[in-house]
Structure formats: structure tokens, C-alpha cells
């Protein structure tokens, strides 16, 4: 069974920084691009970050870029995303999102999400 | 970025009834769009992927239509564990959502 778990969520001052980890199970993970996507309180969703399955390519949306880095250990099935000079804005429920083999940019397995909170 | 506009944002029916949601992209992705569902407290589902390419697991009575610019999600009989909020989403770039449409009970 996939599995996906997100942890290092919390309460952050602004121009603070986090580590969010995502552990993966259930598959082979260093065959799968992994996302990063967000979802701030009562709003939609929001794709925040990629990661190719070797590392070769990292892509970021506009509104996280030169902030947050993604990164991943696929000797640990793990996954990660350092996030700096965290806004208000930044507040959300961060997921994991595997990306569905041959589908470019299509999430079909999400973690719980991990909740990042950044007073105003 | 490509901008992705669902309608309605929110919807009242009843169980049985045939649902539809659609979705608007703000330039071609010829059929570069998913469907998701997610309910209160959860993590988003995959539905429909590739416009109309049911994900496994995924009852038949979802479906997916559309190509270009316009989209459209159908619930041919909505069930109780369908209310719900769905959202579409195209990857044809980098990648943007819809802002969502509620499902709710009549």
C-alpha cells in the first residue's frame, strides 16, 4: 500500500524557516517524481514545488522561488522541503503528492499534510 | 500561468441526481487536465486524469470530458459519499488549480 507521511509542520515566525520531511512506503521511490503542494486554510489548492525522480530537475512556483528548496534522499524513501524567510501567506496544510508514472505533472497519491502556520 | 475557472463554486443536489462541474482553462492544454475530490479534513483524491481517463479505483459513474479550453467533470448519480469538494487542475504547465466547487446536499 503507498503511503505517504509528512511531518515538521508548526508555528513559525515570519522570516523564520521549517523543514518539512515526507516519508514514503509501499512503492519504489526512487522511481517517482515527487510535488510539494499546499492548501492555506479554507482556500484551494496550490502547487508549490517538483522533483525528478534522480534530482536532475527541481522546479518551484513563482511565489516560493529562492525561498524554499526540495530535495529528496531516495536511499532513505524520504522526501523534503526547506522552506526560509517564511511569509504570513505561507500559512497552509502542506501535502506530498507522488507523480503518476508517464503523467506529467498529475498527483495520484497524497499524504495527510502537515500544517505550517505563520502569524501575521 | 495558465489560469483554470470553475463553475459553479458551489452546488446544492440530491442523491441520484446527474452532476456536472466545468472547467475553463485561460488558454489550450489540449487534454492536459485532472479532476480531484477532497473531502473536509483529507487529502485530495485522484479522479480523472489525461481529461478523461478514469484513475483506478474510481467508480464509473465519474467521467471526464473536453479538450482545448473547455472541461466539464460528470457525476451521472450522485451518491452520499460524493459530497464533496472537487477541483481541476492542468498540467500542461506548471501546474494550477481551479478554486474549487462544493458539492452539497439539497
Known sequence: ?120 | DIQMTQSPSSLSASVGDRVTITCRASQSIRSYINWYQQKPGKAPKLLIYAASSLQSGVPSRFSGSGSGTDFTLTISSLQPEDFASYYCQQSYSTPTFGQGTKVEIK
Open chain 1, 1 to 120: 500500500e503507498v503511503q505517504l507521511v509528512e511531518s515538521g509542520g508548526g508555528l513559525v515566525q515570519p522570516g523564520g524557516s521549517l523543514r518539512l520531511y515526507c516519508a514514503a512506503s509501499g512503492f519504489t521511490f526512487s522511481s517517482y517524481e515527487m510535488n510539494w503542494v499546499r492548501q492555506a486554510p479554507g482556500k484551494g489548492l496550490e502547487w508549490v514545488s517538483y522533483i525528478s525522480e534522480s534530482d536532475s530537475t527541481r522546479n518551484y512556483a513563482d511565489s516560493v522561488k529562492g525561498r524554499f528548496t526540495i530535495s529528496r534522499d531516495n536511499t532513505k524513501n524520504s522526501l523534503y522541503l526547506q522552506m526560509n524567510s517564511l511569509r504570513a501567506e505561507d500559512t497552509a496544510v502542506y501535502y506530498c503528492a507522488r507523480g503518476a508514472g508517464g503523467v506529467w505533472y498529475t498527483f495520484d497519491y497524497w499524504g495527510q499534510g502537515t500544517l505550517v502556520t505563520v502569524p501575521s
